[in-house]
């Protein structure tokens, strides 16, 4: 997927971190960028999703906000297979509280930020 973006949209993605993220009942995260403008470590987010039989009334949506301003947002919901892919810096964005728990993989895409011979991010 890295090969085939760079390729593509000539993004020059170098490195991929990840995590798994389970929230009980009635978590949730806060309004959030995934990177600070200009520090160009986190370029591209993806959050793919494991939670089957998944309904509207469990709650836990993503919104996902076009720009600062934005109070509306889209929501996503938090469905099994349903995978969202956005740009680390242009996008806010919070996890609403979930009626059970939720479980998905998040990650990003990393520019490499190496400076006087020190790797960042460290391989």
């Not at 959050?47 to 089957?52: D, E, G, I, R, T």
């Amino acid at each position: 997927m890295q090969q085939y973006i760079n390729r593509a949209l000539f993004m020059a993605l170098f490195s991929f971190e990840s995590h798994f993220a389970c929230y009980e009942q009635g978590k949730f995260y806060k309004r959030h960028v995934d990177a600070f403008k200009g520090q160009g470590n986190r370029v591209l987010s993806l959050v793919a999703y494991l939670n089957s039989d998944w309904q509207k009334a469990d709650g836990g949506e993503l919104v996902l906000y076009a720009n600062e301003n934005d109070h509306i947002g889209t929501r996503v919901l938090p469905a099994k297979g349903t995978f969202v892919v956005f740009l680390s810096e242009a996008f806010p964005h919070e996890v609403l509280p979930a009626a059970r728990t939720r479980h998905s993989v998040a990650g990003w895409f990393r520019v490499n930020g190496s400076v006087n011979d020190s790797i960042d991010p460290p391989r």
